[in-house]
């Protein structure tokens, strides 16, 4: 199965169904270590893009560029722009294409975590966002099966939460409260463990 | 949530209008959104340009210093939110006229971002962008890590001295180095002894006992260096003063400025007790004061505190130090 | 008590210490008890005096404005309290430049027993005094009552439009006189949110719930025409201009100056916000707004809440307002 | 029995107990109705008297101008102005004199009451410390006798308390609280009681 136009406007609907869901979740995630803002933003961002899927472009490049706009307009919370980044990468690799294969999403995932390090200068392994997609694009990487492809991107957010816990912060608002992260979820991994867990189809 | 509001949602609109129905002589809005505040007057061709931006909730820090002999424009985000990469985008057009833009914020990650995407935007249109962060806040990373200090008060300066030196008709890279030399020799402190309520959040940003303070706290509740019991005036005042000049040492001849900033609440009989402190240490360093300022320059909404910004200065900050400005909020000269 | 100060009985004088510190070039102590400030300059002989007087926490007022173009002298009391007629007396002697002086204050009883007992002493001096009590708050007893009615924010309209008429040269009589027509045309009213601590109480002043306001409310806790629960910004500012109407109606081609001043914690943004209504409402009634004035004009140290005051002008006032003055915590021209 | 310097001593170290007695009471008194410092003011006022007591001249004008003078200076509350105000009226009436008999307390007393009236421009029955010197003044006319005239005093002040208690108070900070003030004795009024009971020794 590939994905395309169709099952980009269906996941659009799981997604946002997703960011409703976990809204007070994340915003008290964030709440604990930064601005409590990150429910708002994903939220938002989600409904922005809903907005436009009347006319999301064929041209996968362009359908996701048209999401990160919505990412840029939505706020200038680190998260939403981070968002915003990651898919103007992967709509530059995708200009001109209507269809692409489950086979690359571990490519266009470390496109995305690429673009975002770039942005946002922090390291792999700093309890971030990054390290989620990190470990996404590892796990399933040579994996052609989208049924495979979900599963193992799905558990993967998973592990990245649970490998990551007993580490201290480094990066953003969080870094400020030192060894007290240590024990608690990077609020942007478990936001990214909504997104995959929509997209993958998986609870 | 103790608050002169309507819907939270739209504080920062709400506050945006009324500025600009008080001081039409100072500012206009611009931009797609109405969230970049420009100068009511256009500047002259070729003056390089000045633009800032960042969470609202400071004023009159950000927005509340463009004018002139400060800045030329300031995209304005929700409350303790950076603005998006759109809004400032549009800051920096608008305060292009042809000569460059130097941006002039605090060190927030979430701002950074956005104005290097911004920047990035707009060089496709040809126009040139440096940048200067401060980050003077000495409680949020030691002096090692200083790329990690949080941007506060000390931007004041900055804004003042870059905005003298870009009316004055120095180039972009000129201006930038005054700016990059100003943020360098800034180093600030804040104590909290009360927060602030963010509209949309709804609730205080933390939580402090009522004889409780915290030595170090961020200007949007970020956790500081010490919390206890609150201490006289005067021993607050020596403990911040000790850390500042811990990090960054004075000596006799030495030429600064200092800022005694109320957050917010705090009243201006309170900094005046407290810049008795810090007059008497600063000279026992052997330092000269020039032009202290003590007031409110960078607040968080009604938040209780006050923060110290000293400035080291040379002869040509001091200069461009008492050069005149003149926006809604500052007047020199 | 959530406050920063030393001893609390030292908190005026080493208030007063602080202010003289930052601001040589505006303030001086005079006097046997440090409780008077005058000008740094001594003014021109044959000059009318201006002096005003009350208890400190109310910063910029009274001592704040003290400068060119505004008051010539104050006497500071202790905080909320009126200073001794005997320090009165030495404000009147140190602005008396042999042309007479002008008592310009608010109407508190304390007040008025002291300088008019200043005004006796002084009399054998041969200082020729005159007196105008500022009576704004409309809040405090009926328009049928108006002699009682407190002075509050419009005092400081009233130093302005006085300052500029005696610094213009007029004599005694016209500046007094001048003085007297902008009491008689300002009305204020407040609306607290939370109270402040008087150093020596140690108290707040009053207690209120956190959803609760309480309109009319006067500066130092006094009890308002209404407490009620927190209104959203739009229904409170109409429900204080609708008292201000009531009380002085406007009609087209009328000419006021409105001042939307924080008591205190409440954050210039928020007063943003609120000036919306009030220019809606000005102008609805057909009134041009000359000059509004938004920020912390007169407060009570860190009291949440704020106040309105609506000047209405003819051309004299109109004029002498926009007039030049200069003292630390206002300027114009 | 006539008063003179001696007397005058001996009635300023009781007025200095009293006033320190009453603290509390005097400012909580006032702190319902205004703002709190009644007793401090009486006190302070007293601790200023009490430092004088050394050079107190014999001439009772003088003596009482500095008693006057002590309270001008202690602060500018409207207690301490009225009563700086009352003495000095009485002082200008004792100038040159050395002593002066009990027969003359009524006569002295309406003075000082005249001339804070003229001071602060309340009504008497407006329940101010007013009342309370004219129930004194009013209960002691026509006594010769110093034991007479100390007992007509002390029952006159709390029969001036008793006898404004249900009335609303109509001057000063108490007035705002209009109809609240009925039931609740004037601060001013009770201050005045601590004082005729000290001066005229008895409780
Ligand atoms: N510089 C960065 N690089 C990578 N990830 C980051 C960076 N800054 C923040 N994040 C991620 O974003 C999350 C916080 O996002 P958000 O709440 O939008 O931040 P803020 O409100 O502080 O702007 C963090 O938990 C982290 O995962
Ligand atoms: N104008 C006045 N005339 C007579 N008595 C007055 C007047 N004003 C105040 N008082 C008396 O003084 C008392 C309050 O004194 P004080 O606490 O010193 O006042 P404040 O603190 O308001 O200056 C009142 O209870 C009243 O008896
Ligand atoms: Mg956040
Ligand atoms: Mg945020
Ligand atoms: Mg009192
Ligand atoms: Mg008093």
Redesign the interface.
Known sequence: MSIDQKVLLAAVVRLKEAADRDFEKLNAADGALGDGDLGITLRRGMELVSETTDDMPEDLGKALLQCAQAFTKSSGSSYGTLMATGLMAMAKSLKGETAVDASQVSTLVAMARDAMQARGKAEIGGKTVLDSLDAVASATAGKQDAIEVADAASSAVDDALNNFRQTQATIGRARMFGEKTIGMDDPGMLAMQTIIKALANRT | M??????PVD?VD??????M??HPEYYRLYGETNRVVARAKETAKGKVGIVTGGG??H??VFT?YVGEGLLDACAV??V?????????ADALRVADRGAGVLRLYGNY???V??F??AGELVEFEDIRCTSVLLADDVA?ASIDERE?RRGVAGMVYAFKTAGAAAEAGQDLDAVTAVAQKTADACRSIGVA??P?T?P??GTPTFEIA?DEMEIGM?I?G??GMRRGK?L???D?ANEMMDRLLEDQPLSSGDKVSVLVNSL?????????????TV?ARLEAAGATIVM?L?G?YA?S??M?G?SFTICKLDDELESLLKAPCDCAFW?VG
Do not use: W
Not at chain 2, 264 to 270: I, M
């Open positions: 103790k608050k002169i509001l309507n819907a504080y709400e506050t945006l209008e009324g500025l129905a008080v609202s909730g004023l009159p509340g985000g929700d303790f939110a950076s603005p998006s990469s759109e809004q400032m990650g979430g701002d971002m956005n290097d995407m949020s990690k002894l009360g602030c963010v949309q959040a009522d961020g949007h970020e956790p609150l006289p005036a005067d607050i917010g609440a705090t009243p201006a009989e309170e900094l005046y007790i407290l810049y008795r007059k202290p003590v409110r607040c909404m009604e209780a006050v007047r």
